[in-house]
T-cell receptor, first 110, second 116 residues
Framework: AQSVAQPEDQVNVAEGNPLTVKCTYSVSGNPYLFWYVQYPNRGLQFLLKYITGDNLVKGSYGFEAEFNKSQTSFHLKKPSALVSDSALYFC????????FGSGTKLNVKP | NAGVTQTPKFQVLKTGQSMTLQCAQDMNHNSMYWYRQDPGMGLRLIYYSASEGTTDKGEVPNGYNVSRLNKREFSLRLESAAPSQTSVYFCASILSLTGRGTGELFFGEGSRLTVL
């Protein structure tokens, strides 16, 4: 079965520090992986995706994600966090339909 | 370009009442989804429609029905609402689900439903 796991319910980081939000996947075959962000009382917004090619994918708002096939991971990263990055982040895999992780709440403190 | 539009944004129902959530997309997408979001449980798929004229059950279809009215519109109906259906509902669309597409889902802003 296809699945995505986000092992951390919440990540706390100070503004200006690097951040990482973790995601691991289980897919038979090559995965198509996505990150979405949800701000309070809003729908999910697409951040970035990995389809093929370079393992480091760059997306919106300075976010990037690293695809690691051997570790079956697709961690979301940002070199310098902003308070405005505080939101709920979802990892997803597309395998005929989308499978979402349970979400990680990112808190960036001033 | 409105994207995915959901109505209503808020609704309060009494147990046993029925209602329909409406969703429309203007991106000429073939495939549409309905999800519910509950605290700590992420997004759970209720129903989806891979193309006009087809619908399929997702993870949590019990208590819901859907209609793919045309290519643009995909509605979700609660025939007899229960408190367990209190949730935030999201509609989403994607260009195509054929094979293992590489496109991303586009989401509406959500409909917050409370069942008393």
């Amino acid at each position: 079965a296809q699945s995505v796991a986000q092992p951390e319910d919440q990540v706390n980081v100070a503004e200006g520090n690097p951040l990482t939000v973790k995601c691991t996947y289980s897919v038979s075959g090559n995965p198509y992986l996505f990150w979405y962000v949800q701000y309070p009382n809003r729908g999910l917004q697409f951040l970035l995706k990995y389809i093929t090619g370079d393992n480091l994918v760059k997306g919106s708002y300075g976010f990037e994600a690293e695809f690691n096939k051997s570790q079956t991971s697709f961690h979301l990263k940002k070199p310098s966090a902003l308070v405005s990055d505080s939101a709920l982040y979802f990892c997803a895999v597309n395998f005929n339909k989308f499978y979402f992780g349970s979400g990680t709440k990112l808190n960036v403190k001033p | 370009n409105a994207g995915v539009t959901q109505t209503p944004k808020f609704q309060v129902l009494k147990t046993g009442q029925s209602m329909t959530l409406q969703c429309a997309q203007d991106m000429n997408h073939n495939s549409m989804y309905w999800y519910r979001q509950d605290p700590g449980m992420g997004l759970r798929l209720i129903y989806y429609s891979a193309s006009e004229g087809t619908t399929d059950k997702g993870e949590v279809p019990n208590g819901y029905n859907v209609s793919r009215l045309n290519k643009r519109e995909f509605s979700l109906r609660l025939e007899s609402a229960a408190p367990s259906q209190t949730s935030v509902y999201f509609c989403a669309s994607i260009l195509s689900l054929t094979g293992r597409g590489t496109g991303e889902l586009f989401f509406g802003e959500g409909s917050r439903l409370t069942v008393l």
